[in-house]
């Protein structure tokens, strides 16, 4: 059974960092391209960062490039989202989320986590 | 970036009713459509890819249809755990981009 467990959502004050991991079991991490989704309070969701198979390539939404980072330790089959210079839009439940197929992104999600709440508020 | 627009943003159904939802593209995006199914305080669930395929595990009551900017998401005989909120994304170019959401209520 594929599951995806995020951790590191807290509070934070503006222009700080956090950091967040989802920790996958239940298939081949290393096969697959991951991403961060979030979803501010009441708002619809909203792609932050991709992550290929590798490692070798990340993708990043605008409002989030310069400021995040995304990574992954495929021998510890965790993916990992590096917040920087946070801002009060970027409060949000954040997901991670699975890649339907391996080799190459999809940009669709056949597998999410329950996510990990950032608020960002002085 | 490609917008989705979802229409209607709620709706009201008895169970056994037939519920249409409508995602509409701001350009075309082929069959690259996916629609999931959000219940509060849950993680979105997969249930259709490439606007019409059936995710594994899904209840056939839910079709999805439709290719270039309109497509439509019908639940046939609408069951009790079928509430929720539905969302559309398109697959087409990267950033991907959801819909607004549909919210569905008995």
């Known amino acids: 059974e594929v599951q995806l467990l995020e951790s590191g959502g807290d509070l934070v004050q503006p222009g700080g960092s956090l950091s967040l991991s989802c920790g996958a079991s239940?298939?081949?991490?290393?096969?697959?391209?991951m991403t961060w989704v979030r979803q501010a309070p009441g708002k619809g969701l909203e792609w932050v960062s991709t992550?290929?198979?590798?490692?070798?390539?990340?993708y990043y939404a605008d409002s989030v490039k310069g400021r995040f980072t995304i990574s992954r330790d495929n021998s510890k089959s965790t993916l990992f989202l590096q917040m920087n210079n946070l801002r009060a839009e970027d409060a949000a439940l954040y997901f991670c989320?699975?890649?339907?197929?391996?080799?190459?992104?999809?940009?669709?999600?056949?597998?999410w986590g329950q996510g990990t709440l950032v608020t960002v508020s002085s | 970036d490609i917008l989705m627009t979802q229409s209607p943003s709620s709706l009201s159904a008895s169970v056994g009713d037939r519920v249409t939802i409508t995602c509409r593209a701001s350009?075309?995006?082929?069959?690259?459509l996916s629609w999931y199914q959000q219940k509060p305080g849950k993680a979105p669930k997969l249930l259709i890819y490439?606007?019409?395929s059936l995710q594994t595990g899904v209840p056939s009551r839910f079709s999805g249809s439709g290719s270039g900017t309109d497509f439509i998401l019908t639940i046939y005989s609408l069951q009790p755990e079928d509430v929720a909120t539905y969302v559309c994304?398109?697959?087409?170019?990267?950033?991907?981009?959801f819909g607004g959401g549909t919210r569905v209520e008995i």
């Open positions: 992550i290929s198979d590798s490692g070798g390539v990340t």
């Open positions: 490439g606007a019409s």
């Open positions: 350009q075309t995006i082929s069959n690259y």
């Open positions: 989320a699975k890649d339907p197929k391996g080799s190459g992104w999809y940009r669709f999600f056949d597998y």
């Open positions: 239940g298939f081949t991490f290393s096969n697959f391209a």
């Open positions: 994304q398109q697959s087409y170019r990267t950033p991907p981009t």
